[in-house]
């Protein structure tokens, strides 16, 4: 299955500030996603990453907040903006191969520590 | 709306005992269940990966079984030890999409 890098592992950033997480995928993945684990929380999906074109949001979350970028199959970006402390979570990003028939399931980075001060 | 909900929330055990995770989620239309462990502050690891037309899957000491028509999962650890301390995450693939439990938090004592 795919391996994936996250970066960075964790930030402390001051409010009103932005932060763009990285993640790449060692080989080409169909479908790439973005979650938020609030603390003490289960995970959330806030976006698919499309390749070449906008991402699709979940309810709840918008991209002037969120905006993402995908621009090739295995690399995408994650940007928090304009940060407030409710915005300190863990936030992961996901691949899936769909060109595999899923046989390998979700494999997830190891996750962005954010603290918003 | 679909949900995944699992139980117990916390659970602790003495070392080597065997125990049982639960998992149930209400649409029976599902593609795959995966079960996911994660450590503290940290990402996900996937554990088990059980295909729709699959009733069971297992590594090592992990055992996942599935029933669609009773919308259930459930995550057997034999001989428990005290490195598979963790929550314990199952996930239902709705097409496209996971949709996660709540979790176990798991405390192997020893």
């Known amino acids: 299955s795919a391996v994936i890098s996250q970066k960075p592992s964790r930030d402390i950033c001051q409010r009103g500030t932005s932060l763009t997480i990285q993640c790449q995928v060692d080989?080409?993945?169909?479908?790439m996603f973005w979650y938020r684990q609030q603390p003490g929380q289960s995970l959330t999906l806030i976006a698919t990453?499309?390749?070449?074109?906008?991402?699709?949001?979940e309810s709840g979350f918008v991209i002037d907040k969120f905006p993402i970028s995908r621009p090739n199959l295995t690399f995408s970006t994650l940007t928090v903006s304009n940060m407030s402390p409710e915005d300190s979570s863990i936030y992961l990003c996901?691949?899936?191969?769909?060109?595999?028939?899923?046989?390998?399931?979700?494999?997830f980075g190891s996750g962005t520590r954010l603290t918003v001060v | 709306k679909q949900e995944v909900t699992q139980i117990p929330a916390a659970l602790s055990v003495p070392e080597g005992e065997n125990l049982v995770l639960n998992c149930s989620f209400t649409?029976?239309?599902?593609?795959?269940l995966q079960w996911f462990r994660q450590d503290p502050g940290k990402g996900l690891t996937s554990l088990l990966l059980?295909?729709?037309?699959?009733r069971e899957q297992t590594s090592g000491r992990l055992n996942a079984s599935l029933d669609k028509s009773s919308g259930r999962s459930t995550l057997y650890i034999a001989a428990s030890q005290p490195g598979d301390s963790a929550t314990y995450l199952c996930?239902?693939?709705?097409?496209?999409?996971?949709?996660f439990g709540q979790g176990t938090e798991l405390s192997v004592k020893p």
């Open positions: 996901s691949a899936f191969n769909r060109a595999t028939g899923g046989s390998h399931g979700y494999t």
């Open positions: 080989s080409q993945v169909t479908m």
């Open positions: 990453a499309n390749q070449g074109s906008e991402a699709t949001y």
């Open positions: 649409d029976s239309a599902i593609y795959n």
């Open positions: 059980i295909q729709s037309s699959q």
């Open positions: 996930a239902e693939n709705q097409g496209g999409k996971l949709i």
